[in-house]
């Protein structure tokens, strides 16, 4: 009924012991993520509750504010909105988190609570290092979003509102991140057209070094597909459209040539890669065109990009040795190939994702053994003092020395009796479970049952 | 001594095949550096094998059907380590394995005694045309192994399957680099591999040319670069017909090469094998 508890992998101990223990949870900090992303909410929404520059710093800040926090970091980007928080409390954090985002935006927290998601613990871990690989983006697999993590994190810790674990977090999800990258080939494949167009150009030439491009028609896609290929070392660039103005214009973008449309057909020859999208409604190459210009280039391959409808250039012209034409159809299905296989590769990265969330959530929980072992420590010496001042105050008369070797005697028994379970939680050969074993130490010894200064947490309600 | 090198040559190159095929089919880096890593040292140890047989014979190793096709393969290998050097082509690394592979293995069945010179092989001539033969062969191999992916790659990009195997070959403008560059390198070689033999036949038979089976197809694969040469440089011929081209000359140089041996009679025959 209240929180995701089931995302934590401790929900089974929890569960068993509920009935006698329920108030024997432990008070370990958590990391706490609640968002919104593309997937959960529609733009409408998303946008409603994101946090621009300036408004970011000043955010950061005012959820420190809320007592359950120790540190935060604000994501927001176009697709997703996300704070990062490390709380001792995540059934009040989820709470205080949910009631900042709305008020902060003076949204009714109604209006989009069905789209949050919550996460926390190692979900809340393995959640952030998935969206710093772009496991969780829109485009699986796009960079984008890891430039736009470092620098959300990057203003964090500029600010002082991430501390040691955000920070030891995110620069491990920015590991993974690159781990993926290089392990597996969830970035190779080009999954737009324009990219795709690229990469069957370097197919086809080999190099784009010194080739030339012909831009028929100045739409705003041939004109990112020519970004693109320029990006990729091509030369020259030739515009052509009806309207004079707008190829002077775009070629001047590229350092390129304008020309008249009726004159294109005697410039073919000098360019490799031709990028058609005219409005004409027929044909306006036809293969016996194309045939006397590959004749005149004496066979130096071409290729033809067909991105309008109705198509441009007659489809026969692929026919033609040594001249290859990919119209819309064509380039959409490289494109769906390819994130197909993004799709298989993003299975392997998740292998990745997990391990190391693994990997960390060790580390993390291990930062409660020290507390842990002080608070055992200090529950022996408490028993030891009470029942010590018990015995004594029984005794009629007591010499100095004897309470002395008193007090030496039970010290030494707490000291014998703690000497090695605290061995065995400091050896680093725990390392897998130590959460366990502290979890465990905590439970039995009830070390969280003791008021020391913290809120007393009510674990699962009845019937969590 | 030497065949002891020639056959931890060829378990080299059956490691190197193995590991570039499994290269080509889960792409991990380190499986094509085994690979080549395997076929560099067994180039090493196959030339090795080859001094070895030169100073115990007496004479360049190249003399019945076992040294040949062993110093083909030996051929083949060193000239795409070579072509390595410039064009970093590891797709290429597991069909050159390949091939001298299948040299080998029936170099390694065929009895390998070294028998005596026959008297009309005593020459200079021996090494210098063989060499220059067999180095334009080797070379032509290479450009028959580009032709062979060029059609696949072709064909991938023209019928737009843009699958598995057009990530795994390299670029048509790539390919057909190469296979111009072979041209240039192997016809040279082959031209003065047919020269060589036919001034050493002037000595050896007392005449230039004698329409010997061998002779015949030497120049019939002449012959066909030749035309692949002067087309590519006055029309321009490139591409699919150029990698067509490359696959009919070696195909010719295979059957110069062994057929005529197995098959036809002639000078050329020296030894039953």
Not at chain 1, 113 to 133: P, Q, T
Not at chain 1, 292 to 309: S, W
Not at chain 2, 175 to 184: F, G, K, P, V
């Amino acid at each position: 009924m209240l929180i995701r508890i089931g995302d934590r992998p401790t929900v089974f101990r929890y569960e068993l012991l509920e009935n006698d223990l329920s108030s024997l949870v432990c008070h370990k900090m958590d990391v706490l993520v609640i968002g919104i992303n593309h997937r959960t909410a529609p733009v409408e929404i998303r946008e409603r509750v994101s946090f621009s520059g300036e408004e970011l710093l000043r955010s950061l800040g005012r959820v420190l504010e809320y007592p359950e926090f120790t540190e935060d970091m604000i994501v927001s980007t176009c697709n997703r909105v996300e704070i990062y928080a490390t709380t001792r409390d995540p059934e009040k954090g989820i709470v205080a988190l949910k009631n900042f985002l709305a008020e902060y935006h003076g949204v009714s927290l109604d209006d989009f609570e069905k789209s949050l998601y919550v996460h926390l613990g190692s979900a809340a871990i393995r959640h952030i290092f998935r969206v710093a690989s772009s496991l969780d983006s829109m485009v699986v697999g796009e960079p984008q979003i890891l430039g736009q993590i470092k620098e959300a994190h990057n203003i964090a810790a500029y600010h002082n509102t991430s501390g040691i674990i955000l920070n030891k977090l995110l620069h491990k999800a920015f590991h993974v991140a690159k781990r993926v990258r290089t392990e597996t080939k969830i970035g190779n494949n080009a999954v737009s057209i324009s990219y795709a167009a690229v990469e069957l150009a370097k197919k086809i030439f080999g190099t784009l070094e010194g080739k030339a491009v012909m831009l028929l028609g100045a739409g705003e896609m041939a004109e990112l597909a020519a970004k693109h290929l320029v990006a990729g070392g091509v030369q020259r660039v030739i515009v052509v459209s009806r309207t004079y103005q707008r190829a002077a214009d775009l070629a001047m973008a590229f350092n390129g040539e304008a020309i008249e449309f009726d004159g294109f057909g005697e410039r073919l020859e000098g360019v490799d890669i031709v990028i058609s999208s005219t409005g004409a409604p027929h044909y306006i190459l036809h293969p016996e065109n194309v045939l006397g210009v590959i004749k005149a280039r004496r066979n130096r391959p071409m290729f033809f990009i067909d991105i309008a409808v109705p198509r441009d250039i007659d489809p026969r012209v692929n026919e033609i040795e040594n001249v290859y034409l990919y119209d819309i159809d064509d380039l959409q299905e490289v494109v769906d190939a390819n994130r197909d296989r993004r799709a298989r590769e993003a299975r392997r990265a998740e292998e990745i994702v997990e391990e190391e969330a693994l990997k960390f959530y060790n580390w993390y929980a291990s930062l409660d053994l020290v507390p842990t072992i002080v608070s055992l420590k200090e529950k022996f010496e408490e028993i030891r003092k009470r029942e010590l001042s018990k015995a004594l105050s029984s005794f009629a008369r007591i010499t100095e020395k004897e309470r002395k070797s008193l007090e030496a005697l039970t010290s030494a028994i707490v000291k014998k009796i703690l000497h090695d379970p605290i061995t065995l939680l400091k050896s680093p050969g725990l390392n897998t479970d130590t959460n366990e074993y502290v979890d465990t130490v905590r439970k039995l010894f009830r070390l969280d049952a003791k008021g020391r200064g913290q809120p007393k947490r009510r674990g699962g309600d009845d019937g969590t | 001594m030497n065949t002891w090198f020639f056959k931890i040559a060829i378990a080299l190159y059956l490691l190197g095949t193995f590991k570039y095929l499994l290269f080509v089919i889960l792409l991990r880096e380190l499986l094509a550096k085994i690979g080549f890593l395997s076929l560099f040292v067994g180039f090493v140890l196959h030339s090795t094998a080859f001094v070895l047989r030169y100073l115990e014979a007496g004479h360049t190793p190249v003399t019945n059907l076992h040294e040949s096709l062993s110093f083909f393969a030996w051929a083949i290998v060193g000239v795409y380590l070579a072509f390595y050097w410039r064009y970093r082509i590891k797709v290429l690394g597991p069909f050159i394995a390949t091939l001298a592979l299948i040299l080998m293995i029936p170099a390694m069945v065929l009895p390998k005694e070294i028998l005596p010179l026959a008297p009309v092989l005593r020459s200079y001539w021996l090494p210098i045309h063989v060499v220059f033969a067999f180095l334009g062969n080797a070379v032509f191999a290479l450009a028959f192994c580009t032709g062979i992916i060029y059609i696949l790659q072709e064909h991938q990009v023209k019928s737009k399957h843009i699958g598995a195997i057009f990530r795994r070959l390299p670029s048509l403008g790539v390919l057909d680099e190469i296979n111009y560059r072979a041209l240039t390198f192997g016809f040279p070689l082959l031209t003065v591999g047919i020269i060589t033999g036919a001034i050493w036949a002037q000595y050896a038979w007392g005449s230039y040319w004698s329409w010997d089976p061998k002779e015949t197809w030497s120049l019939i694969t002449w012959c066909l670069y030749a035309a692949l040469l002067h087309q590519r440089l006055t029309v321009g011929w490139r591409g699919k017909k150029a990698a067509i081209m490359a696959i009919l000359g070696f195909f010719a140089i295979l059957f110069t090469f062994l057929g005529v041996n197995l098959l036809l009679t002639g000078l050329h025959a020296y030894s039953n094998w």
